[in-house]
């Protein structure tokens, strides 16, 4: 079967203006040109949104907003206020791909890093991110790539937990944040995975954070099964205590982030951090672990 082809044009995009819309005729992704980067939609062609769209804004550094908006957003790690919180509220340059764009935003004031994209469909349901940061201070500067995608309220998350043989040592870190509940009836601790389920009517926020040495992590949502894939190194320095993988979810929406090592960044040089992301059909939700081994045997086999 050959490569299927790929539609590239501009479009004004619901309140985030300018974009681009990348079409192959099986799925979708939207980017942002007006602000940004963001990936704002992406989904099965002429269907509904997996990603969820968000209003608001944090007043943050020189009086400036930085707006939540939804999507897919870079940033770096760790968070700090007010310099993960730049607003990125202005046009990006972009240069237009075969099968996608690349998206690059102004410096960023005051923290001098400068963030970058490239987004194309490398397949009939896959997406590869290459989000990028470089270092325009005249220091070095220590940070991790921070990639995070904002899903579509409703959904149930997968992340499998590391299963690694190491004897008598601990196999696996676990983060947990002041306002994280164990007893959280959102998440279910499972032997093998754990599951989180998105609740419009929680009250209060759910986050944590993994080692996730499997590389990747599912959203099941109104038929369809969002995977997000990128690669753990073993033995590399990461945040929050070690965790490649971070997940956040409040009334509004849930966040599947991935990270990438941290490193000390000298000026003017960059550091990548590669996710993909694939789309697939599904009857049901599963119920239990040997539900979720089933779907994940399935979608390991789908054509």
């Not at 050959?2 to 974009?19: A, D, F, L, N």
């Not at 059909?281 to 399935?298: Q, S």
């Amino acid at each position: 079967m050959g490569k299927q082809p790929v539609s590239i044009k501009e479009i004004e995009y619901g309140q985030v203006g300018r974009c681009l819309q990348v079409d192959n005729g099986t799925v979708d992704f939207v980017a942002t040109l007006d602000c940004g980067p963001r990936i704002i939609r992406f989904g099965f062609s002429g269907q509904h949104n997996e990603f969820c769209e968000q209003d608001g804004a944090v007043r943050t550094y020189d009086g400036q907003y930085w707006q939540p908006r939804g999507g897919h957003r870079l940033w770096h790690s760790p968070e700090h206020m007010p310099r993960t919180y730049i607003a990125d509220n202005s046009p990006l340059t972009y240069c237009v791909l075969e099968d996608g764009v690349i998206l690059t935003q102004p410096v960023e004031p005051w923290v001098q890093i400068q963030k970058e994209m490239e987004i194309k469909l490398t397949g009939a349901k896959q997406v590869t991110v290459i989000n990028r940061l470089t270092n325009k201070n005249a220091w070095p500067v220590k940070l991790a790539v921070w990639g995070l995608t904002v899903m579509a309220p409703g959904g149930l998350e997968i992340v499998p937990q590391p299963d690694r043989d190491t004897g008598l040592l601990g196999n696996r870190l676990i983060a947990l944040w002041p306002y994280t509940k164990m007893t959280d009836p959102r998440v279910h601790w499972g032997d093998r995975y754990i599951t989180v389920q998105q609740d419009a009517a929680a009250t209060v926020p759910f986050k944590f954070g993994i080692d996730n040495q499997a590389g990747w992590a599912a959203y099941i949502n109104k038929g369809h099964v969002f995977i997000k894939r990128y690669a753990h190194q073993l033995g590399a320095e990461y945040p929050d205590f070690g965790v490649s993988y971070e997940t956040y979810t409040n009334e509004l929406m849930l966040e599947m982030e991935t990270l990438s090592p941290l490193t000390l960044l000298n000026p003017d040089e960059i550091i990548e951090h590669r996710e993909v992301w694939e789309l697939f059909v599904t009857d049901e939700v599963p119920e239990d672990e040997a539900g979720i081994c089933e779907l994940i045997k399935a979608i390991s086999s789908y054509p």
